[in-house]
């Protein structure tokens, strides 16, 4: 089960995504933005939809909650590299080397050609957020590093969950 869209006040210090979980687009706080994505809560092989209007929108929702039988989260695009972040163990858990989930022309990189400095701030990122969910023994955590260096946990959960789809995949 794929832990999707971490809230900022469960893990205080973590650049985390902004995101709204939803059966409708009627339950929607505040305006929405468009490009936006769509995806269902928990993975389950299910697809990032981008749209971007509010007919595509409302469809998305729909498709997710109809056909995954859960809610679906709602949320702005994450730009940057996405950096897939293994952490194994418990006392201390640690991190795999880094793999960068869409290296520019061969699909994933392992290791991910990222400089010490963010290597280390990137598994920092991901082990805190292993330890603010409680994980225990195995965890992915999904990492997008912007040009400027931001980072933002996308995702922490199991492996395989998603069968290595990207947001945008349609």
């Known amino acids: 089960e794929l832990m999707r869209g971490i809230q900022s006040d469960l893990c205080a210090g973590l650049e985390a995504l902004d995101f709204q979980a939803v059966r409708s687009a009627s339950e929607l706080r505040g305006g929405t933005s468009f490009p936006s994505v769509v995806e269902p ?21 729909r498709r997710v909650v109809r056909r995954r039988h859960q809610e679906a989260v709602v949320r702005p695009p994450v730009s940057g590299r ?19 989930a869409r290296s520019a022309a061969r ?3 392992c290791p991910a050609a990222v400089d010490q400095a963010l290597a280390e701030r990137i598994c920092a990122t991901a082990l805190a957020a292993f330890r603010a969910f409680g994980c225990r023994d195995y965890a992915l955590v ?11 946990v ?3 959960g199991e492996a395989g969950d998603d069968e290595g789809q990207q947001e945008g995949d349609e």
């Not at 809560?41 to 929702?61: F, W």
């Not at 996405?82 to 960068?100: F, H, K, S, Y």
């Open 41 to 61: 809560r928990y993975r389950s092989r299910g697809r990032s939809r981008v749209v971007r209007d509010r007919r595509q929108l409302k469809d998305a929702i």
């Open 82 to 100: 996405e950096i897939q972040v293994a952490v194994i163990g418990n006392d201390p858990p640690e991190c795999l080397p880094l793999v960068d």
């Open 107 to 109: 699909g994933p990189q």
């Open 142 to 152: 999904k990492v997008r590093a912007s040009s400027s260096g931001k980072l933002q």
């Open 154 to 156: 996308v995702e922490v």
